[in-house]
């Protein structure tokens, strides 16, 4: 009787015990320093963007911003919608996102950007056409370089 109790109380206690969680894969290296655009303009961002490169790779294929007030907008992707609202200069949030995202360039047309995340699990390129801007593209690639990110494992959808 004894045996079985303790059976069920070793039981009990394994399942409080905490669940590692999954490692999250980081394409940056946390040592380099990062830092988010002071060009970033919320009413010149929204529009359509095309995502020519991703980490992870293809995880999405379109973005749409909407600005719905100095600081809020609607993140449309794939799709799916979300509330962003801006965090500070060239940062973000979405809805239910615990991470910020920031925008680590944009050029002066607001045709390309380049948008990571500081724990360098994610990062994109955007661009308002699916083609062209080869040197925007070569900026872009270059300023996730410079905030840290491994470049060779970005994969670009020309």
Same mark, same amino acid.
């Given at each position: 009787m004894i045996r079985r109790w303790l059976m069920a109380a070793t039981v009990a206690l394994a399942g409080c015990a905490p669940v590692p969680e999954a490692a999250s894969v980081s394409y940056r290296n946390s040592a380099a320093r990062i830092s988010s655009t002071l060009r970033f303009d919320l009413v010149r961002f929204q529009g359509d963007w095309v995502v020519r490169a991703s980490y992870p790779t293809d995880v999405l294929q379109?973005?749409?911003?909407?600005?719905?007030? *100095?600081?809020?907008?609607? !993140?449309?992707?794939? &799709?799916?919608?979300?509330? #962003? *609202?801006?965090?500070?200069? &060239?940062?973000?949030? $979405?809805?239910?996102?615990?991470?910020e995202y920031?925008? $680590? !360039?944009?050029? *002066? #047309?607001?045709?390309?950007?380049?948008? #990571?995340?500081?724990?360098?699990?994610?990062?994109?390129? $955007?661009?308002?056409?699916?083609? &062209?801007?080869?040197?925007?593209?070569?900026?872009?690639? *270059?300023? $996730?370089?410079?905030? #840290?990110?491994?470049?060779s494992q970005i994969a670009l959808r020309q």
């Open positions: 379109r973005v749409t911003i909407r600005a719905v007030s *100095e600081t809020r907008f609607i !993140w449309r992707a794939d &799709g799916r919608e979300s509330q #962003g *609202e801006v965090t500070g200069p &060239g940062r973000f949030r $979405l809805e239910g996102a615990s991470e920031w925008v $680590l !360039w944009v050029d *002066e #047309g607001f045709r390309t950007a380049a948008i #990571g995340t500081p724990d360098g699990h994610f990062g994109l390129i $955007l661009d308002r056409k699916p083609r &062209g801007g080869t040197d925007r593209m070569v900026a872009a690639r *270059e300023m $996730l370089d410079f905030n #840290g990110y491994d470049v």
